[in-house]
């Protein structure tokens, strides 16, 4: 099959590039053809469809040029449409498969599809679909206020980045792709949704709940063995990897440490980060917190392996984390907030730990419980949990939806 995958970044920056360098990965182990569409980077992964790839963009650079490049691409971007549309008629790809489009690529490469009669599938990795700062988080709470396509309320809050003008473009990308040119509602055969909950969320946001199918996501095997890592002897410290912002709950997190005598390592970077090392400092946390940066790979491998436990406090609607998957399949226990998706898979007691989401004092007493539990039965019902969630299994869910929508 000759497959088409699409998505604005094509290195491992967050975890829906990190699923679709993997799915890339495991689909051509079985023989299909796949080429990549994204936006150009220095950091992007070698690849021999660059040549088609849309002109970088930065949001956060100044100017009133970029300004200007940074509204076309947001609404209809006729460089990705056109630059999209000659990788078709150099593949002629079976199915479409996008991930994230928005802002750096614009779903402008949707009417070069429906041309060309090409099927698109779409990977709900977010809510932009029904929310225009794409989190259903504002102003540190969860939020639904745009409900019923009131997405005025975007900019009445300040939704993106507590900016009238950036809330304003967002409101108004909304209004004309779903209100006025109804683009992804002609343009997408097919939705998929990580996690039921997020399936039940953009039904209840009036979108057909048969054009949504539910396929969680899958960890990542590539590493030999995840489930046979069995440390002798468990570090010393709990862990935080990903994106430090205020979304993830690192704040909860860290206000918790200082009610335990537990230690903490925080592998990422973000927005936030400054602002969490204050509180590290206000808090007089330096000898139990340390910031580590950004770690991938061996390093990061070996990170997870030796921590105690791995620590999820997001505060959003968390999806389907990869970190989380990919965690329990390695054998550890995860204390994660009890919303979104990460309910799905973590039982409170049995696979892992949940806590209300927000409240560090319960977080705390998570924590406190670890060194009571019994390690090996959690740890053990964790990785049997997510055992069916392996690449093979779910690039087989994934082939049989791209068969169906061909038939």
């Given at each position: 099959m000759k497959i088409l995958q699409v998505n604005k970044f094509y290195y491992p920056k967050d975890g829906v590039s990190n699923y679709l360098l993997g799915l890339?990965?495991?689909?051509?182990?079985?023989?299909?053809?796949?080429?990549?569409?994204?936006?150009?980077s220095p950091k992007n992964v070698a690849c021999p469809d660059q040549k088609y790839f849309v002109s970088y963009l930065s949001f956060d650079k100044g100017g009133l040029m970029n300004t200007f490049r940074s509204l076309g691409r947001i609404f209809y971007s006729f460089e990705s449409k056109r630059k999209f549309q000659a990788l078709i008629n150099d593949f002629h790809p079976d199915i479409i498969h996008i991930h994230n489009i928005y802002h750096q690529i614009s779903p402008s490469i949707?009417?070069?599809?429906r041309r060309e009669k090409i099927p698109v599938v779409m990977h709900l990795h977010d809510?932009?679909?029904?929310?225009?700062n794409y989190k259903l988080f504002t102003h540190g709470e969860t939020c639904e206020r745009c409900r019923g396509s009131r997405y005025y309320n975007c900019t009445l809050n300040k939704c993106v980045k507590n900016s009238y003008f950036k809330s304003l473009a967002a409101t108004l990308e909304m209004y004309f792709h779903h209100n006025i040119w109804h683009i992804y509602e002609k343009g997408i055969k097919l939705f998929i949704a990580p996690s039921y909950f997020m399936?039940?969320?953009?039904e209840r946001f009036g979108w057909p709940k048969e054009k949504i199918i539910t396929v969680h996501n899958f960890f990542n095997d590539q590493i030999s063995n995840p489930a046979n890592k069995i440390q002798s002897e468990l570090g010393d410290y709990l862990l935080y990897f990903g994106r430090l912002s205020e979304e993830k709950g690192t704040s909860v997190l860290i206000e918790a440490i200082a009610n335990t005598n537990q230690k903490l390592k925080i592998a990422g970077e973000g927005p936030d980060e400054l602002k969490l090392r204050n509180l590290v400092l206000k808090l007089k946390l330096e000898d139990r917190i340390s910031f580590l940066g950004f770690k991938t790979g061996?390093?990061?491998?070996?990170?997870?392996n030796n921590a105690k436990a791995i620590v999820i406090p997001?505060?959003?609607?968390?999806?389907?984390?990869?970190?989380?998957?990919e965690s329990m399949a390695r054998r550890k226990i995860v204390i994660a907030s009890r919303i979104g998706g990460m309910p799905e898979i973590i039982k409170d007691g049995e696979n892992g730990l949940l806590f209300t989401p927000g409240n560090a004092n319960e977080l705390a007493k998570k924590i406190s419980e670890l060194d009571s539990l019994n390690y090996e039965l959690i740890t053990a019902s964790a990785t049997a949990t997510v055992k069916n969630l392996n690449a093979a299994e779910h690039v087989e869910k994934i082939?049989?939806?791209y068969n169906d929508i061909l038939k």
């Open positions: 890339e990965s495991k689909l051509k182990e079985l023989g299909h053809e796949v080429r990549i569409f994204a936006m150009d949707l009417s070069v599809a809510y932009k679909l029904i929310c225009p399936k039940e969320t953009v061996v390093e990061l491998e070996e990170l997870i997001s505060v959003w609607y968390e999806n389907m984390p990869l970190n989380m998957l082939l049989k939806i």
